[in-house]
Nanobody, 125 residues
């Protein structure tokens, strides 16, 4: 089992940057592909980015490609989401996710095995 705790959310102006962190506890962090999802008010939870177990490959949703970067530090049991050029449309609760499936598979929400509690990101115009 894995416990996930996100930090780093907040309020930022459009065009600004934020870095989200997710600390994982439990066994065998490297058994899991890791990712980020987000959920805006009144909308479904959507895939943002995922990274492979070794951290050598990642996948981004089209809406964030070129602006967001996912990374992980397996020595620290942590995963990060660097968000640049933020837009008001990026406003949402961001959730850290872990999956025993592949990074590609966890782009589909049903393949996520564990969730964090979420952290709010608000981008003002």
């Amino acid at each position: 089992q894995v416990q996930l705790v996100e930090t780093g959310g907040g309020l930022v102006q459009a065009g600004g940057s934020l870095r989200l962190s997710c600390a994982a506890s439990g066994r065998a962090f490297t058994n899991y592909a890791m990712g980020w999802f987000r959920q805006a008010p009144g909308k479904e939870r959507d895939f943002v980015a995922a990274i492979t177990r070794g951290g050598l490959s990642s996948i981004n949703a089209g809406s964030v490609k070129g602006r967001f970067t996912i990374s992980r530090d397996n020595a620290k049991n942590a995963v990060y989401l660097q968000m640049n050029s933020l837009e008001p449309e990026d406003t949402a609760v961001y959730y850290c996710a872990a999956s025993l499936a592949s990074a590609q598979a966890m782009t589909i929400i049903k393949n996520v095995d564990y969730w964090g509690q979420g952290t709010q990101v608000t981008v003002s115009s």
